[in-house]
T-cell receptor
Framework: DTGVSQDPRHKITKRGQNVTFRCDPI?????LYWYRQTLGQGPEFLTY????????KSRLLSDRFSAERPKGSFSTLEIQRTEQGDSAMYLC????????????????FGSGTRLTVV | DAKTTQPPSMDCAEGRAANLPCNHS???????VYWYRQIHSQGPQYIIH???NNETNEMASLIITEDRKSSTLILPHATLRDTAVYYC????????????FGTGTRLQVTL
């Protein structure tokens, strides 16, 4: 396993179009996170999954955003009716949380998908 | 999660030790200190974490003060490839805790 993979690496889209990003986590990791990062800022949390269940969503995740993780494996992040303010790097991370959640061994991040809305 | 304060930028000569400070004066007893770094155009990379004892691994050392209100990440022999943004994060290692990033310290390693 080569780590967390994200596809595509870059996406340019016109305002109003829908886009979908994919994240393939490390296979034995049961948690998957989505973050967004704009220039000069640290990554901002969007949402996370434990297996296939979406357990938390940030207020940053407007109703135009939807994330799924069918079967607890890969995840997709869709943005509908994109706006110029959606331009950012979208980062995916995965981690292993032990049974009963008593220990988290830290995140492994992918290289991100850079979205440009024109 | 407790907030952290880091200098926005630092310079270090190649081959010298880079000492990156972090203040976390409101840290609670069961919160850990984590360090991540982000090299340009890549995702953040885990470096090290600790609770109250000093920690060392192949990448760096983490020195936590006795009162746990501050810590220092030490890169013993900085190289040009260590140029990155370094994030100090305080969090629980429980199920409800996610990583919350600040703006970090931009470390520039120079010849």
């Amino acid at each position: 396993d080569t780590g967390v993979s994200q596809d595509p690496r870059h996406k340019i889209t016109k305002r109003g179009q829908n886009v979908t990003f994919r994240c393939d986590p490390i296979s034995e990791h049961n948690r998957l996170y989505w973050y967004r990062q704009t220039l000069g800022q640290g990554p901002e949390f969007l949402t996370y999954f434990q297996n296939e269940a979406q357990l938390e969503k940030s207020r940053l995740l407007s109703d135009r955003f939807s994330a799924e993780r069918p079967k607890g494996s890969f995840s997709t992040l869709e943005i509908q009716r994109t706006e110029q303010g959606d331009s950012a790097m979208y980062l995916c991370a995965s981690s292993l949380v032990l049974v009963r959640g008593r220990r988290d061994y830290g995140y492994t991040f992918g290289s991100g998908t850079r979205l440009t809305v024109v | 999660d407790a907030k952290t304060t880091q200098p926005p930028s630092m310079d270090c000569a190649e081959g010298r030790a880079a000492n990156l400070p972090c203040n976390h004066s409101t840290i609670s007893g069961n919160e850990y200190v984590y360090w991540y770094r982000q090299i340009h155009s890549q995702g953040p990379q885990y470096i090290i974490h600790g609770l109250k004892n000093n920690e060392t691994n192949e990448m760096a050392s983490l020195i936590i003060t006795e009162d746990r209100k501050s810590s220092t990440l030490i890169l013993p022999h900085a190289t040009l490839r260590d140029t990155a943004v370094y994030y100090c994060i305080v969090r629980f290692t429980g199920t409800a805790s996610k990583l919350t990033f600040g703006t970090g310290t931009r470390l520039q390693v120079t010849l």
